[in-house]
């Protein structure tokens, strides 16, 4: 059942669930109101008689007269024998008996013998006593038509008011109906095209607009699910093809030393180059491992790590390591960034070991660190021999040039975890031309809280 036809039944049974209940209520009060009317009524006629036995029945003839009461008055003497003294429209047609004469003394009360009356009793003197009772049927005819009334207004009332829920419901109804056939052909696969506009109210606009953010949000999901998996593909292809290249020199060279015609010198170079290869390896699946923690996240949330301190350590440890370079740096101190050390630290060690790897032994290396806006500026350069092209970001196993060949080259990763490691953090890795003559790589990475607020005091 549609959520239209169920909020539509529902509206209809609360309406005439109301329009029962007060008609219920109305017509229970205007019963109790005839009831006590009839037993004021009564109780005048008895209340008339109390003060004098010997003329109660002259008094109470009276008042029935004077006021046109509608009621039986009946004598019973000691006997049981009854005399009706005033006979109505609604008469008794029993007699009443001693014991309802007993029962009805005190106050005006139904018996079970004469249903549909209330009576009351009054001792006229001389074992006599006067039976007054009065008739309920116009009570219950005139209920009964009340509640007829009510039911029949129930019904008019609950038409009306389908009809008028169908009236004002009927864009929003619209609405809904279209947001959910929308919603269920996108759960279905269909190409997802425009949501359909809302006519309705405030809260089927905000519906709209939260089916709106969750279809644009799921198809950048399918653009960015299929963007990885080219990219995981093109990722798997090239890791494949580098890794087969150290097994086709272990292949090689183990059928030579199997063969055993190998020389002594011919023996040294396969160990040599099998060793280089298993290192090459190792620094390939180190860097692999190191790509897929990158991908994770949050890998850095709430981790402060002191950018100034960190880089004059390893600035300070590779002018040691490597005296015959000209190595200048300008750091500004108590600058903070939101990281894990250990990333930072890798990014650091991949740009110097890049330098090292890619120009000369004495080529000069400068080191700048600063803030620029809200963002800590990290600048390596080096008088190396530069790169053809700069601006683009670096692949995964890219190369730039033949010299940058697998020997000096390492696994063609290092540049590319450099750019993920500053993506990662939220910010970039640019390559530009150095005023050393070489290769400057920039690095922009958002502050911490803590430095923005220092810098800012």
């Known amino acids: 059942m549609r959520i239209a036809t169920r909020l539509t039944l529902l509206f209809v049974l609360l309406t005439l669930l109301v329009s029962s209940t007060v008609g219920w209520f109305a017509v229970a009060m205007s019963s109790r109101a005839q009831y006590a009317t009839l037993d004021s009524s009564i109780n005048s006629v008895v209340d008339s008689g109390l003060r004098n036995p010997n003329t109660a029945l002259n008094n109470a003839l009276y008042v029935v007269q004077r006021d046109g009461y509608d009621l039986t008055l009946d004598v019973i003497d000691p006997s049981g024998g009854v005399t009706q003294v005033n006979t109505p429209t609604g008469a008794l047609k029993r007699h009443p008996t001693n014991d309802n004469v007993k029962a009805s003394l005190a106050r005006v009360t139904g018996v079970s013998n004469l249903p549909g009356f209330q009576i009351r009793s009054l001792n006229v003197g001389g074992g006599d006593f006067l039976v007054v009772a009065g008739s309920t049927a116009g009570i219950e005819k005139q209920n009964e038509r009340l509640a007829l009334l009510v039911a029949s207004a129930a019904v008019i009332i609950a038409l009306l008011g389908l009809i008028l829920a169908r009236e004002v419901m ?11 056939d929308y919603a269920g052909e ?8 425009p949501v359909p506009p809302s006519e309705g109210s405030r809260d089927l606009k905000e519906l709209r607009g939260a089916l709106v953010i969750m279809v644009a949000a799921l198809q950048e999901r399918i653009a960015l699910e299929a963007q990885n998996a080219n990219v995981m593909q093109q990722f798997i292809d090239d890791a494949s093809h580098e890794l087969r290249t150290p097994l086709t020199v272990f292949k090689g060279y183990n059928e030579l030393l199997a063969s055993g015609n190998a020389s002594h010198e011919q023996e040294v170079r ?18 692999l491992l190191l790509l897929a923690e990158l991908r994770e996240a949050p890998h850095h949330a709430k981790r402060f790590v002191d950018l100034s301190g960190l880089l004059k ?31 930072i630290d890798r990014l650091v060690s991949n740009a110097f070991n890049n330098v090292l790897r890619h120009t000369k032994g004495d080529a000069p ?11 800590a500026s990290l600048v390596i350069e080096d008088g190396g021999g530069g790169l053809p092209f700069y601006g683009v970001r ?15 080259g390492g696994s063609g990763l290092g540049m590319s975890i450099m750019a993920d490691v ?14 050393l003559g070489g290769l400057a790589l920039r690095f922009a990475l958002p502050l911490a809280v803590s430095t923005k607020s220092s810098s800012a005091s």
């Open 313 to 343: 350590g390893r600035v300070g440890e590779f002018a040691l390591e490597h005296p015959e370079r000209a190595l200048t740096s300008e750091i500004e101190a108590g600058i903070t960034i939101h990281a894990r050390a250990d990333f």
């Open 270 to 287: 396969a160990v040599t180059r099998m060793r280089r290869e298993v290192e090459r390896m190792e620094e390939l699946v180190r860097d």
């Open 394 to 408: 670096p692949q995964r196993f890219q190369r730039f040039d033949d010299s940058r060949s697998r020997e000096t």
């Open 186 to 193: 996108v759960a279905g696969g269909d190409e997802m095209g």
């Open 170 to 180: 009927h864009r929003d109804l619209r609405t809904m109906g279209r947001l959910i």
């Open 422 to 435: 500053a993506e990662s953090l939220g910010g970039t890795m640019t390559t530009a031309p150095s005023s």
């Open 365 to 375: 290396l400068r080191v700048t660190l600063d803030v620029v806006g809200d963002q």
